[in-house]
Nanobody, 123 residues
Framework: EVQLVESGGGLVQAGGSLTLSCEAS????????IGWFRRAPGKEREGVSC????????YYADSVKGRFTITSDNAKMTVHLQMNNLKPEDTAVYYC????????????????WGQGTQVTVSS
């Protein structure tokens, strides 16, 4: 059973920083993608960032480029999202996702999802 356990959400003031972490387990794959989606109240879900396990191919949404950094540890099957210069519009539930095959994809599609962690940015 695939399990994705997120941690690190919370409340922060605008301009502040948070780091989200996700530990994955329950699968083996040579070329998987792991990353983050978010869903803000009243908005469509958005792919935030994703990284491939084979070649570290990275995707960032335009809305977070230059502010968020994704890193991963393939041996530990963990992924981290360092979020700097947070804005109120970053407020959302952040979900860790994994794609069992990343291959030529340019971003994660979300074959499996974690439970989500709330990030709230106050103005």
């Amino acid at each position: 059973e695939v399990q994705l356990v997120e941690s690190g959400g919370g409340l922060v003031q605008a301009g502040g920083s948070l780091t989200l972490s996700c530990e994955a387990s329950g699968f083996t794959a040579d070329d998987y993608g792991i990353g983050w989606f978010r869903r803000a109240p009243g908005k469509e879900r958005e792919g935030v960032s994703c990284i491939g396990s084979r070649d570290d191919k990275i995707y960032y949404a335009d809305s977070v480029k230059g502010r968020f950094t994704i890193t991963s540890d393939n041996a530990k099957m963990t992924v981290h999202l360092q979020m700097n210069n947070l804005k109120p519009e970053d407020t959302a539930v952040y979900y860790c996702v994994v794609d069992m095959w990343y291959g030529i994809r340019t971003h994660c599609l979300g074959d499996f999802w974690g439970q989500g962690t709330q990030v709230t940015v106050s103005s």
